[in-house]
């Protein structure tokens, strides 16, 4: 199993680009995660899908923030405009559900200057 | 919203050395995990567990489901250095496709 696929692995852009991180999960994984990680606040939870319908965004940090996953192999998260503040590392994980815990993928380490 | 202190925030030991963490919440979980993270990759699953007082144990880890469901310990016994790394604990206080809070993580760091 390749496990959870993120891409790209870094990403430098400019305040006020768009930026699209991509994730795909582990086949017959039927729950997916994104998730940012920064020295300050550690582990956040931004949103979640089950069954590739979104489930709880409430962690999703402003509108500028959006997820999508079109199928179960495939999802995308979208910041447009970048600022910042927005640098961390987005991981993406997929499980099965019934408490088994994730399986993470390798992170997307994003700067915006 | 739900919140996890994990302690120590870091940690200097010599090798062989026995480790111990832990995570307090200030709400109920019904699952807690334990994870690990390398430099550079995602947190990996070391321990799951399931049940109030639950001692579980992978080689030299043992971690335990307080009995009043709002913390967790992660032991590691005669400590190497490939144990160097961050040690998160995680909880989940609905049905098993929720999300995981996460604690801030403990760093653990070995001298030889």
């Known amino acids: 199993d390749a496990g959870v696929i993120q891409s790209p692995r870094h990403e430098v852009t400019e305040m006020g680009q768009e930026v699209t991180l991509r994730c795909k999960p582990i086949?017959?994984?039927?729950?997916l995660f994104w998730y940012r990680q920064t020295m300050m606040r550690g582990l956040e939870l931004l949103i979640y899908?089950?069954?590739?319908?979104?489930?709880?965004d409430s962690g999703m940090p402003e509108d500028r923030f959006s997820a999508k996953m079109p199928n179960a192999s495939f999802s995308t998260l979208k910041i447009q405009p970048s600022e910042p503040r927005d640098s961390a590392v987005y991981f993406c994980?997929?499980?099965?559900?019934?408490?088994?815990?994730?399986?993470f993928g390798s992170g997307t380490r994003l700067t915006v200057v | 919203g739900q919140q996890l202190n994990q302690s120590p925030q870091s940690m200097f030991i010599q090798e062989g050395e026995d480790v111990s963490m832990n995570c307090t919440s200030s709400?109920?979980?019904?699952?807690w995990l334990w994870y690990k993270q390398d430099p550079g990759e995602g947190p990996v699953l070391l321990i799951a567990?399931?049940?109030?007082?639950e001692l579980t144990s992978n080689g030299r880890l043992t971690a335990q489901f307080g009995i009043t469901r709002k913390d967790s310990f992660l032991n590691i016994s005669a400590s190497i250095p490939s144990d160097v790394g961050i040690y998160f604990c995680a909880g989940r206080s609905g049905g098993g496709a929720d999300g995981l809070t996460f604690g801030k993580g403990t760093h653990l760091i070995i001298q030889p």
């Open positions: 994980a997929s499980s099965l559900g019934g408490g088994d815990g994730y399986t």
């Open positions: 899908f089950n069954n590739n319908v979104p489930i709880d």
């Open positions: 567990l399931y049940k109030a007082g």
């Open positions: 709400s109920i979980f019904n699952t």
């Open positions: 086949s017959g994984h039927n729950s």
